[in-house]
């Protein structure tokens, strides 16, 4: 691998990054945040719903460890 100066590299990221990238177009760009927010959304209410479900398993099966409960007394 050829030894380029610091100026030459500079030079050359440089011209790399404006010609040899595809930069996405403002449609691209909106579309595909549009997009992340969707799944944001439905990734938020899919973890919502199981920890949901889990702490109900979870609350169920502890309330069978501890057995029935005895009805609070009234009190005067």
Sequence with gaps: MAKVSPGEFVRQVRLEGITR????????????????????????????????????AVKFLLGLLSGPTAPAAPQA
């Design 21 to 56: 990238v595809h930069w996405p177009t403002r449609k691209e760009t909106v579309s595909t945040a549009i997009m992340v927010l969707i799944m944001t959304l439905i990734l938020a209410l899919f973890f919502t719903g199981t920890d949901g479900f889990f702490y109900a």
